[in-house]
């Protein structure tokens, strides 16, 4: 299924929300939409340029409902920004010879750890929010 312009636009706006949420001001924010293979969105961090490009997909093959989108689109601008957030930790175990695996695990361990909690915080804050 083809992504709308109207989802880049909710997916853009929700990222803002999360950025603003979380306070980082650190990195200026960019956004594309393409194809992205298997991924929804993604994220692309550059600490020697503080920036960060966010990609959205432009075809994805959901197994939900087109109603449930802007609930894809919400998790995954959450997940992204969230990702920025805890960016500088693999840039800190990056530094030390440790594997590539080992630190993308770290981070989806604690990105799983907010879902788990914040995220379900975020709940009456979306209500009133978006
Ligand atoms: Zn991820």
């Known amino acids: 299924m083809k992504t709308t312009k109207k989802d880049f636009e909710y ?7 999360y950025i603003k949420y979380y306070g980082l001001k650190r ?6 939409r393409r194809d992205i293979g298997d991924n929804f969105a993604k994220y692309n961090l ?9 990609s959205f997909t432009t075809d994805y093959n959901l197994n939900s409902p087109r109603a449930e989108y802007k609930d894809w689109i919400k998790g995954s601008a959450f997940h992204e920004v ?18 590539c695996d080992e630190i993308e ?5 604690i990105i799983r750890t ?3 909690t914040l995220l379900q915080d975020l709940t009456k804050w ?3 929010n978006f």
């Open 11 to 17: 997916f853009k706006k929700c990222v803002r929300k």
């Open 27 to 32: 990195y200026k924010v960019f956004f594309n």
């Open 46 to 54: 550059s600490e020697t340029s503080k920036t960060v490009l966010f």
């Open 82 to 99: 969230t990702h920025v957030l805890i960016a500088r930790l693999g840039a800190i175990a990056g530094a030390r010879y440790i594997g």
């Open 105 to 109: 695990e770290a981070e989806h361990d």
């Open 114 to 116: 907010l879902e788990n």
């Open 126 to 128: 979306r209500e009133k």
